[in-house]
Nanobody, 120 residues
């Protein structure tokens, strides 16, 4: 299987920063470590889950427009870990952030989520 362990959420004031981490492990993950696309979705109360950012094993990132210039996704393939550096946080960034990993033919795997709250 694939296990995704998230950390780094919390409460921060507007304009502040947080860094999320997601460490992957498991027998399926280890079959082809370099083949996994990894990233972050978020879900705010009453809203649909949306892709925030993801990154290929080769390091090519992709961002939703609302976070471009403020968030940076990166990964350390040696540690099977993906990071999301979030700067200039806004109240509308408040959500539960979910790490995911995808590779065909195994599909999507999800972390349990970590709460990010941006409030003064």
């Amino acid at each position: 299987q694939v296990q995704l362990k998230e950390s780094g959420g919390g409460l921060v004031q507007p304009g502040g920063s947080l860094r999320l981490s997601c460490a992957a492990s498991g027998s399926i993950f280890g079959l082809n470590v370099m083949g996994w696309r990894m990233g972050w979705y978020r879900q705010a109360p009453g809203k649909q889950r949306e892709l925030v950012a993801d990154i290929t094993s080769g390091g090519i990132p992709n961002y939703v427009d609302s976070v471009k210039g403020r968030f940076t996704i990166s990964r350390d393939n040696a540690k099977n870990t993906v990071y999301l550096q979030m700067n200039s946080l806004k109240p509308e960034d408040t959500a539960v952030y979910y790490c995911y990993a995808f590779q065909a033919p195994w599909g999507n795997y999800w972390g349990q989520g970590t709460q990010v709250t941006v409030s003064s």
